[in-house]
């Protein structure tokens, strides 16, 4: 397989297809329920992409996935790639609304939905599409032996759509091709098998997030094992590492904060472990330095967007005086740093980040302005950047330091929240005369939203008026606590103050 991940471009799933014939009794996936050997794996892969087809399944078009990660899921998402469509898993958290959104942006005739979100949301939801029960795709597929029509890649073929997390309209949908899965993920599992690194992964964030695809897609492609955990839990973490001799995993800070904070941590055998990967959210030098130092095998860093943009790697345990930084771009990747009118900024000087790698998104789904919004043109190349949204300085060893985020995103437990959508949310209230939010730290998810609002006389409470915002909004953007304010902080010319307001929410303790 060495020579083939080699390649500059190749079928993802005739990598699959080498190893099933290479060892067909190792386990390929395996979670509480079920576990599934490589062989059995691509059967079933064959059996669903041929059902998917044989009920309607076009080149190109989506299918929809909804529910808890598990093994049915994964086959599921490499069924829609098998049959030449496109897998478009759908978050959770998002609310009914959101999530028709989703499904109609994609073009989605499939639906594949777990018996919890099924009996959340009722058997009427997306009743125009073909539902299946996750737990029932045994009785669904096509019969044994059965194989799908061939499907050749091609580079611009669309493999999945992502959509991004934290708003409260109908989230963007974020295209990657196959070109770019290949570059991404075949460069990884190529790595491990040089490395001859025995696989065995442990993926514990949803697979609805990019972030899963690092600990789900490229041990696939080395041939490895990945258990799928449908809910992060210390305990089960810990207890799985230990039991499975987990070579490789990936963590959001907040997952890695849970697990130092775990009592018996210590207790458990994690010496199997060699990669350790976190991305996502802020990743402070504190807990990276914990983790250096109480959990074996090396930390890897990654800064980038799920759209795309510069990579930036950080090997923490090669750099332990640099872990103030996210790292310095990875090969194939640029980053630029510019002012606010676009104008490149002096070496350390902080600014607006501006970055391209051969790992970025095709576009948003039938979004081609706010595709244009995201990106930088060159004005002397024409060559399109990623506005990475972040405000950072390079130091004289091109690490790259992140001293504050465009637009006060908010990132709780790996999730991008977007105040302007909550400040909206709270503005529609009848008793709100205006709204802030801010992002505080939080041990728990990282950072959580705190809102703020001056009322008009005779008010509801100002925790009634949050209890009915939060119960339109999705379950990661949730305020913690809305304060009730006499008036906004601002500047001298009118700006609002959101400084004072995280000062304002410390003191108050939220």
Not at 201 to 223: C, D, H, I, Q, R
Request: with cysteine.
């Amino acid at each position: 397989m060495i020579g083939k991940l080699a390649e500059p471009f190749g079928s993802f799933h005739e990598i699959l297809r080498g190893w099933a014939v290479h060892h067909p009794d190792k386990i390929a996936l395996i979670d509480e329920t079920r576990d599934c050997a490589w062989a059995e794996l691509i059967g079933e892969v064959e059996r669903l992409a041929a059902r998917l087809v044989e009920t309607g399944l076009e080149r190109g078009q989506s299918v929809a996935i909804l529910g808890y990660s598990s093994v049915n899921y994964a086959l599921v998402f490499l069924a829609a790639v098998r049959a030449g469509g496109v897998a478009a898993p759908l978050t959770t958290s998002a609310s009914p609304d959101q999530l028709v959104g989703m499904a109609k942006d994609s073009g989605a005739r499939h639906l594949f939905i777990d018996s919890a979100k099924a009996d959340e949301l009722g058997p009427d939801f997306m009743s125009d599409l073909i539902r299946i029960p996750l737990e029932e795709i045994g009785g669904w597929m096509a019969p044994p032996g059965s194989v799908a029509p061939v499907f050749e890649p091609a580079p611009g073929d669309p493999f999945n759509i992502i959509y991004s997390s934290g708003t409260t309209g109908i989230p963007k949908g974020i295209v990657h091709s196959h070109q770019m899965r290949w570059r991404q993920f075949g460069a990884t599992a190529l790595s491990y098998l040089e490395a001859g690194l025995p696989v065995r992964s442990l993926a514990s964030t949803p697979l609805y997030s990019n972030t899963t695809m690092v600990a789900f897609l490229p041990p696939l492609m080395a041939g490895g094992t990945v258990r799928i955990m449908a809910k992060f839990d210390s305990a089960k973490w810990l207890a799985n590492a230990q039991a499975d001799k987990a070579t490789v995993t990936m963590l959001v800070p907040v997952q890695y904060q849970r697990l130092m904070d775990f009592t018996g941590f210590d207790d458990f055998d994690l010496s199997s472990l060699a990669l350790k990967y976190c991305t996502s959210a802020p990743f402070s030098a504190e807990l990276k330095r914990e983790v250096l130092d109480r959990m074996p095998g090396g930390l890897i860093e990654i800064y980038s967007m799920t759209e795309g943009g510069v990579v930036c790697l950080l090997p923490a345990h090669e750099f332990p005086d640099k872990l103030h930084t996210v790292g310095r771009p990875a090969p194939g990747s640029e980053l630029k740093v510019l002012d606010d009118d676009d104008k490149p900024v002096p070496a350390g000087t902080a600014g607006n980040l501006i970055g391209r790698s051969m790992t970025m998104m095709s576009g948003y789904k039938n979004r081609p302005d706010k595709t244009a919004e995201a990106q930088w043109t060159d004005p002397e190349t024409g060559e399109a950047w990623m506005r990475m949204g972040d405000i950072g300085r390079v130091d004289e060893q091109g690490f790259v330091e992140l001293v504050g985020r465009a637009k006060d995103m908010i990132i709780s437990g790996g999730f991008n929240i977007y105040p302007s959508d909550l400040e909206n949310e709270l503005e529609r209230e009848a008793d709100v005369v205006e709204a802030a939010v801010v992002g505080i730290a939080s041990k728990q998810w990282g950072e959580t939203p705190v809102g703020f609002a001056v009322l008009k006389e005779s008010a509801r409470s100002s925790a009634e008026i949050c209890g009915a915002v939060n119960a339109r909004l999705g379950k990661t953007q949730r305020l913690s606590v809305l304060h009730p304010i006499d008036e906004m902080p601002r500047s001298h010319i009118g700006k609002l103050l959101k400084t004072d307001l995280r000062d304002l929410a410390e003191k108050l303790g939220s």
